[in-house]
């Protein structure tokens, strides 16, 4: 599966964005997905997964209740909508994918097969 991550730029605290991600393969809606990112100088973390179905769903502590992961109906979308945006929250966002059919949302990058490029985000304060 190809992964093409979109959305990023340069917002002030308190905005918002939607981050895209579109795959293409025939099997990808059968797919956990995730969003992670990296700081510079950071490990890449966690930010949120979906399960295949959409009917799943985990975020890491620093984002619950400001960002939302969801796939569309097709199933060939993942998006993230990043609310109430901090400087904290400044990295590159990654989305990947794991194709293994797990029915937990794996939380390391490691368990992740398939990795888009990166979209920027930039929260000033």
């Known amino acids: 599966v190809q992964l093409q991550a979109s959305g990023g730029g340069l917002v002030q605290a308190g905005g918002s964005l939607r981050l895209s991600c579109a795959a293409s393969?025939?099997?990808?809606?059968?797919?956990?997905m995730g969003w992670f990112r990296q700081a510079p100088g950071n490990e890449r973390e966690f930010v949120a997964g979906i399960s295949w179905s959409g009917s799943r769903t985990s975020y890491a502590d620093s984002v619950k209740g400001r960002f939302t992961i969801s796939r569309d109906s097709a199933k060939t979308t993942v998006y993230l909508q990043m609310n109430s945006l901090k400087p904290e929250d400044t990295a590159v966002y990654y989305c990947?994918?794991?194709?293994?059919?797990?029915?937990?949302?794996?939380?390391?990058?490691?368990?992740?097969?398939?990795w888009g490029q990166g979209t920027q985000v930039t929260v000033s304060s």
């Open positions: 393969g025939r099997t990808f809606r059968t797919y956990t």
């Open positions: 990947a994918a794991d194709s293994r059919g797990f029915a937990s949302i794996p939380l390391s990058a490691a368990q992740y097969g398939s």
